[in-house]
């Protein structure tokens, strides 16, 4: 496996913020493959330290792309660890809280999730279904509008359209203070 010769698509990575009561939660996604143990707790002890979030209030997602950003790998058979990319991305991830935590405001969540066909096959389980549970959050102000929201579903890169997922929820409300980060590359790679 070599290097990639340039950028074909641009990876994001999206955060959310969530307070209670006084207790936070951050949640991390970015598009690639996996986080590796080693680097989550990495970054959990990071973000303990420089922020005392408790290293169980912190998610770390991957969207599960197969062809993202290996280089923060420490243990992958690929031997293309780069530490540069690896401190890129923890800051990244440092910076995405701030920014999180600088806009909390106040939100009402509205939750709703429903088994989803005909998108997909699972080559592995022929005419059955496997990961067809779609789960669906989404962010309304005080004043009833809707500013952020985000979609679950396991599913090996496969992407719906934002329209369809949306008439996937049904509502089911609950109250704290959150803030997004807005979509942001993660940069060159």
Same mark, same amino acid.
């Given at each position: ?11 994001? %990575? ?12 951050? #949640?991390?996604?970015?598009?690639? #493959? ?13 973000? #303990?330290?420089?922020?005392? #979030? ?45 920014? %999180? ?66 008439? %996937? ?21």
């Amino acid at each position: 496996m070599e290097p990639s010769g340039g950028i074909h698509d641009d990876i994001y %990575c999206n955060s959310l913020l969530f307070e209670q009561d006084g207790r936070r939660l951050f #949640l991390f996604s970015a598009d690639f #493959l996996e986080f590796e143990e080693p680097m989550a707790e990495d970054v959990k002890t990071l973000m #303990l330290d420089k922020y005392g #979030l408790e290293r169980d209030c912190l998610l770390l997602a991957a969207t599960h792309s197969h062809s993202s950003v290996v280089g923060y790998h420490r243990g992958w058979y690929t031997g293309k660890y780069d530490q540069r990319y690896y401190d890129f991305l923890t800051e990244t991830i440092c910076r995405s809280y701030e920014e %999180c935590a600088a806009n909390l405001r106040t939100a009402t969540a509205k939750i709703g999730r429903k088994v989803i066909t005909g998108y997909y096959g699972n080559r592995n389980h022929p005419g059955q279904l496997a990961d067809n549970e779609v789960a669906v959050v989404k962010f309304f102000d005080e004043s009833g509008a809707a500013f952020a929201g985000f979609v679950n579903w396991a599913v090996h890169s496969t992407v719906i359209s934002a329209a369809r997922a949306w008439r %996937c929820w049904s509502r089911w409300t609950s109250r704290s203070r959150w803030a997004p980060r807005s979509s942001a590359s993660t940069g060159p790679l």
